[in-house]
């Protein structure tokens, strides 16, 4: 698998305000990237546990605490073929 490197640039402020250092941080940023990408239909949970770095599953059942139901898609599919 070939990774792209992305840069961001994160105010000294912040991560103090976070009790954080710079690759905890960044590793957190992924983490809410994936979940928020999954969740408005951008990325499959597939593409969302790789870039948030686990596995499927392990993704799916850390959901929970973003309050994203890890099956919305499929239930919003089922109810529009029963409507």
């Known amino acids: 698998m070939t ?3 992305i840069t961001i640039e994160i105010p000294d402020k912040v991560l103090l305000a976070e009790k954080t250092d710079a690759e905890s941080f960044g590793r957190e940023i992924l983490v809410l990237a994936a979940v928020k990408l999954f969740e ?3 990325l499959s949970s597939g593409r ?3 870039l948030a770095g ?3 599953i392990e993704f799916l059942l ?3 605490p973003y309050k ?3 099956f919305a898609a ?3 599919d089922l109810e529009n073929a029963h409507a």
């Open 68 to 70: 994203v139901f890890p």
């Open 62 to 64: 850390n959901l929970n």
């Open 48 to 50: 969302a546990s790789e």
């Open 54 to 56: 686990m596995s499927r």
């Open 3 to 5: 990774l792209q490197q």
């Open 40 to 42: 408005i239909g951008r």
């Open 74 to 76: 499929e239930l919003d």
